[in-house]
């Protein structure tokens, strides 16, 4: 299996999520500040993902155009520009500055999310778990580095508290966008693969594979969005944790989501897609529960830490699942509309996460999700047998 671009596609995951634990960790807390009302303070992290559902097909389209290679460094530099402009809100105390801080940031997390088709597209088609799974990886830095630098930067600056960890941001964007520059040309980049799908978009979006790998990779992100920007509110504003213990939890929970990387390809292989995808949706309602039980520390930590495990089996899984639905000249359309399917649930699941715990607290937050999930573990009792999922599942014969 090529090295080369896992590697470098490694690296910039942990960047990228290194900023997306800063925003997640800090963006309610610094909206309670800036905002009048206490129910907008999750709003410019809602605004961060509207414009991730909003930016996925119009990034799509440009690296269709251009490459990954310059798409990934462009939208490098947009981040940068993002943690600028948060600076700049943070100095004057401005809630609009921030919200357009949240929306800039965004448009580089739209990019951010097809590392993972990247990493499928430098292999053959058999390594693709295993390559999806290895570049995920990369945000077990991100969970080390982002709790740190929102500790060790909020007081570099001392007249702006976080200003110090917004100015180590556009560092690190500035040196993924050169990292992009060394990215290898992908499988099914070039002049002999044609650029036109052989079939119209709706009809892969109607296979029942499709839309089970789309409902999976929703239901994912939706539900680990809602409840991941609901955490650091519920605890750190309205339960009265430290800074630190709330970092910790979500520094715990990206751990969780990740660390399953290193297995997770191998076990998709081993027992097949949809059987993980299921243990993935088993995780995020064992999350739930837990979060019924309790809000101490330790029932925090242990939601959001199988928060984090489920949603890498479901999410790894969804993806994978993607993959097998079209060919690789059709992969833009495709992969397309599964983002945008993805990241607009997750931007109306960020959207009620910030009234819903203001409104009717934790409990009733963690309850949400539950028929989701159950829609979803029906889905995928249904393509349990179909062809293109069944040839990927094991020999159990």
């Not at 976080?162 to 002049?191: H, N």
């Not at 292989?269 to 999350?287: E, K, P, S, Y």
Request: glycine share 10%; proline share 5%.
């Amino acid at each position: 299996m090529p090295l080369k671009n896992i590697i470098i596609l490694t690296c910039c995951q942990l960047i990228s999520a290194t900023g997306a634990i800063i925003m997640v960790t800090l963006g309610g807390i610094i909206g309670s500040k800036l905002a009048t009302d206490p129910t907008l303070a999750t709003l410019p992290v809602s605004i961060m993902v509207l414009c991730v559902a909003a930016t996925t097909i119009p990034a799509t389209v440009l690296m269709k155009r251009i490459g990954r290679r310059r798409g990934f460094s462009l939208a490098s530099i947009s981040a940068a520009i993002g943690a600028v402009i948060a600076g700049i809100a943070l100095h004057q105390q401005s809630f609009g500055m921030f919200m357009l801080a949240g929306a800039v940031f965004g448009i580089n997390m739209a990019f951010t999310q097809q590392y993972r088709y990247a990493a499928a597209e430098s292999v053959d088609p058999e390594y693709s778990p295993r390559a999806i799974s290895y570049v995920l990886l990369g945000a077990i830095g991100g969970a080390i580095v982002g709790p740190e630098l929102v500790k060790y930067g909020q007081y570099a600056v001392p007249e702006v508290q976080y200003l110090g960890t917004l100015a180590a941001m556009v560092v690190l964007y500035i040196v993924q966008s050169i990292l992009f520059v060394s990215l290898d040309p992908l499988r099914g980049e070039g002049p002999q693969v044609s650029g036109e799908s052989k079939r119209p978009i709706r009809s892969i979006a109607r296979q029942p594979v499709f839309i089970v790998a789309v409902m999976g990779g929703a239901t994912a992100y939706g539900v680990m969005t809602f409840l991941m920007t609901a955490t650091p509110l519920s605890m750190h504003v309205h339960d009265g944790f430290a800074l630190d213990d709330t970092a910790q939890v979500i520094r715990s929970h990206v751990l969780a989501m990740y660390i399953p990387s290193l297995f997770a390809g191998h076990l998709i292989q081993r027992f097949g897609v949809v059987r993980m995808m299921a243990i993935g949706v088993v995780g995020l309602v064992i999350a739930c529960m837990i979060g019924l039980l309790g809000q101490s520390y330790m029932h925090y930590w242990y939601a959001l830490v199988m928060l984090g495990i489920g949603w890498n089996f479901l999410y790894v899984g969804s993806t994978t699942m993607v993959t097998l639905t079209y060919a690789i000249e059709e992969r833009f359309g495709a992969q397309a509309v599964n983002e945008f399917s993805v990241f607009g649930t997750s931007a109306a699941a960020s959207l009620l996460a910030g009234t819903i715990i203001h409104l009717y607290g934790w409990h009733t937050l963690v309850l949400v999700p539950i028929p989701l999930l159950g829609i979803t573990i029906a889905g995928l009792f249904f393509v349990r047998n179909q062809p293109l999922v069944a040839s990927r599942q094991p020999n159990t014969a």
